[in-house]
């Protein structure tokens, strides 16, 4: 399984970015793939995470209303439309997938991750 994102990079207070996540074969079938971030000294944190049979979702207290997950199962994809960001959002933003029975899944139970992306906000 891999999975690649794409999509970060700088932007301003108050302004948006989308975040893409192309998994193998299949990497979203019965899974939750979620998207998680670590800024420099601080620990990982979970931000979204889609069942994708169902599509339900959940996202964190920090962005809840800001952030948007969602996906294209056709193409594999998952997506995180970012808006109103904040500098606290700056982040390295990785995509992870889980097949544990759990919703939404801890941090330590998703089996794959990408190598994640850079989002700054300045």
């Known amino acids: 399984v891999q999975l690649v994102e794409s999509g970060g990079g700088s932007v301003q207070a108050g302004g948006s970015l989308t975040l893409s996540c192309i998994g193998s074969?299949?990497?979203?079938?019965?899974?939750?793939m979620g998207w998680s971030r670590q800024a420099p000294g601080k620990e990982r944190e979970g931000v979204a995470v889609?069942?994708?049979?169902?599509?339900?979702?959940y996202y964190a207290d920090s962005v809840e209303g800001r952030f948007t997950i969602s996906q294209d199962f056709a193409q594999n994809t998952v997506y995180l439309q970012m808006d109103s960001l904040k500098p606290e959002d700056t982040a390295m933003y990785y995509c992870?997938?889980?097949?544990?029975?759990?919703?939404?899944?801890?941090?330590?139970?998703?089996?794959?991750w990408g190598q994640g992306t850079q989002v700054t906000v300045s």
């Open positions: 992870a997938a889980s097949y544990a029975f759990r919703f939404p899944p801890h941090l330590y139970e998703y089996n794959y």
């Open positions: 074969g299949d990497t979203f079938l019965n899974s939750c």
């Open positions: 889609i069942y994708t049979d169902g599509g339900s979702t």
